[in-house]
């Protein structure tokens, strides 16, 4: 079964009477409900990221993918150390990069001006529900969506406005 699917696991076990070990007599494992389309996305992800990365996976899972199941726990005590380890999960930061680098290649592919926003929103926000919708990145997606809205209807916006919706 996929990563996030519904399973069903049936079996015998044995325990010992002295209650030391338990042994598995028999086990099957059944699929009941195939894992949704933003858990196949995000494996799908992780194996492109592992086979694109390799060594460097990990870490690059955990900036881009907010997994850090993989992550030796030394690198992470080294980033620690560094007052960086606050960079290794998902945050507004993280989903700002993103949308830019949406936007830069909406731009060379010349989307047009009133869809290029619309489809940068898409994206982001199937991206942050791939990764978990932690709050931060949650926060940085509706503020980009009022970006985006204030463009499409060509007005100014203040700052302070996306930080009051921020908070």
């Given amino acids: 079964a996929g ?8 079996g015998q076990i044995v ?17 009941v409900e195939a894992p949704p389309w933003t858990a196949r ?14 060594a460097d996976a990990p870490l ?8 850090m199941q993989e992550m030796p726990p030394d690198v992470r005590d080294r980033w620690a150390a560094a007052g960086l380890a606050h960079m290794l ?11 830019g ?17 619309i489809v940068g929103v898409l994206i982001i926000v199937v991206y942050v529900v791939i990764i978990g919708a932690p709050p931060p990145a949650v926060r940085s997606a509706a503020m980009l ?8 209807i060509q007005r100014s916006v203040s700052p302070w406005a996306f930080i009051a919706l921020g908070g």
């Fill in 89 to 99: 999960s998902v945050s507004g930061l993280h989903v700002a990069i993103i949308a």
């Fill in 60 to 67: 690059v899972r955990a900036l881009v993918l907010a997994d």
């Fill in 3 to 10: 990563a996030g699917a519904t399973v069903q696991i049936r």
């Fill in 41 to 54: 996305l995000r494996s799908a992800a992780q194996l492109q990221t592992d086979s694109a990365f390799g």
């Fill in 145 to 152: 969506a009022l970006r985006a809205i204030c463009r499409l």
């Fill in 15 to 31: 325990a010992a009477i002295d209650g030391g070990s338990i042994s598995v007599q028999s086990a099957s494992v059944t699929q």
């Fill in 101 to 117: 680098v949406v936007e830069l290649l909406l731009g060379v592919m010349r989307v047009n001006r009133r869809v290029a926003p």
